[in-house]
């Protein structure tokens, strides 16, 4: 499985290093973004062989506007568009110095998604708090935080030769302005902050 083998990775090179960043990440769940700032996500990239996996976790307010489950045609049809938008990844992955190939990508959008379809009121001898009653479980979910996971995995050529990844969520999504970036190739690893205007992940520095 490909939680399993990158687990692994990132078991196995976290294991061999004492460096203080790669420790804490892995003690925070490395594929969780433990801080939920709205504006701030997460980006963990590993290159192991000629295969290069990248996660990026965020906010869902920073790429869709809300944190609820999505119940109006308007926010189901901004979810499909995140959707979209999550799996073109050439719009916002471009990489140098290697050419690279999606081979999966797998969005989890499940946290703003409707857990079941929207219930419709019946007419009945119940009394208004009917109406109030519909509307709970929309209500409840607003008070909670949601995140957005994204996981991908390419095949490059020349996995070693990767130099730079210009990280282009920016520009698609304007209430995302920082993104924390940790990285792991087979000579070194690394932490960086991308922001806009500044969106190039270096990996040979
Ligand atoms: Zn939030």
């Given at each position: 499985m490909k939680n399993r083998y990158t687990t692994s990775i990132f078991q196995a090179l976290v294991l061999t290093t004492s460096l203080q960043y790669a420790q804490s990440a892995v003690a925070a769940?490395?594929?969780?973004?433990?801080?939920?700032?709205?504006?701030h996500a997460q980006l963990n990239l590993v290159i192991e062989h000629n295969q290069l996996e990248i996660q990026f976790n965020s906010p869902a307010v920073n790429l869709v506007g809300f944190e609820y489950q999505a119940s109006t045609a308007d926010e189901m049809a901004r979810v499909e568009k995140l959707r979209q938008q999550l799996t073109n990844v050439s719009e916002l992955y471009r990489f140098s110095g290697s050419e690279c190939q999606l081979k999966t990508a797998k969005i989890d959008l499940n946290q703003i998604l409707p857990e079941q379809p929207i219930r419709h009121t019946k007419p009945s001898d119940q009394d208004s708090q009917t109406e109030h009653h519909d509307h709970y479980h929309k209500d409840e979910a607003q008070a909670q935080h949601s995140e957005i996971k994204a996981r991908y995995q390419f095949n490059c050529t020349e996995a070693t030769k990767l130099t730079v990844i210009e990280v282009n969520f920016f520009n698609q999504f304007e209430h995302l302005n920082y993104i924390q970036a940790l990285w792991i190739t087979h000579q070194k690893q690394g932490l960086s902050e991308l922001e806009r205007g500044a969106n190039y992940l270096k990996l040979d520095e």
């Open positions: 769940g490395f594929d969780e973004n433990p801080a939920h700032l709205h504006g």
